[in-house]
């Protein structure tokens, strides 16, 4: 089995990376320890810059692929996810933190539900800035998650940010869901 030369550019490798290191990230953080938590957020830094430089390097070096989009969603929700799911079980979230956190999450599967949904009619549905802002905002509140318990004063911070992130992603879903319901609705079809 060949490996698709789309899979060997280097924005797809970056891309590639990120998602290999969400379960490493993951773990990290579960890991108790503060020292693998410190790695965990470098890692999660790193992670976080992929997800801007693997598009900014597509671009530049003209190496767009229908493949490298459709990876770096799944990417940036498996990270968001991992995170979010990792995060309460170590009750680095509160009982009312899951609030914005089960936002997040029906947000982002209910997009990429709706993206394959049209996707199969030919629908192209494209990511608005504020949603690129909305992923910017869901990475810093987690770098932030992550951490504050080793930073004093962090974490009022981070729980802020996390309740704007999902503000952010509430409203870029309604804002999905009213471009794209003639389709849903059957009028466009």
């Known amino acids: 089995m060949q490996i698709p030369s789309q899979l060997m550019t280097l924005p797809n490798q970056l891309t590639l990376s990120r998602i290999v290191?969400?379960?490493?990230?993951c773990l990290f953080v579960a890991s108790g320890w503060e020292w693998l938590r410190w790695i965990a957020l470098l890692l999660y830094i790193a992670a976080a810059?992929?997800?801007?430089?693997?598009?900014?390097?597509?671009?530049?070096?003209?190496?767009?692929?229908?493949?490298?989009?459709?990876?770096?969603?799944?990417?940036?929700?498996l990270l968001v996810g991992g995170l979010l799911v990792t995060l309460a079980w170590t009750r680095d979230l509160g009982a009312l933190d899951l609030i914005p956190a089960i936002a997040i999450l029906m947000r982002e599967m209910f997009i990429a539900g709706l993206r394959e949904y049209l996707g199969k009619q030919a629908i192209e549905v494209p990511v608005?800035?504020?949603a690129k802002w909305k992923t910017t905002a869901q990475l810093v509140a987690l770098g932030l998650l992550i951490a504050a318990p080793m930073l004093v004063g962090l974490i009022g911070i981070a729980h802020f940010v996390l309740w704007i992130a999902?503000?952010?992603?509430?409203?870029?879903g309604w804002e999905y869901l009213r471009a794209t319901w003639p389709y849903l609705a059957g009028n466009e079809l």
């Open 166 to 172: 999902a503000a952010m992603t509430i409203w870029t």
């Open 49 to 77: 810059i992929t997800d801007w430089l693997d598009g900014f390097l597509a671009r530049r070096m003209k190496l767009n692929s229908a493949l490298g989009k459709m990876l770096d969603p799944i990417a940036d929700k």
């Open 21 to 25: 290191a969400v379960p490493v990230i």
């Open 128 to 130: 608005s800035l504020l």
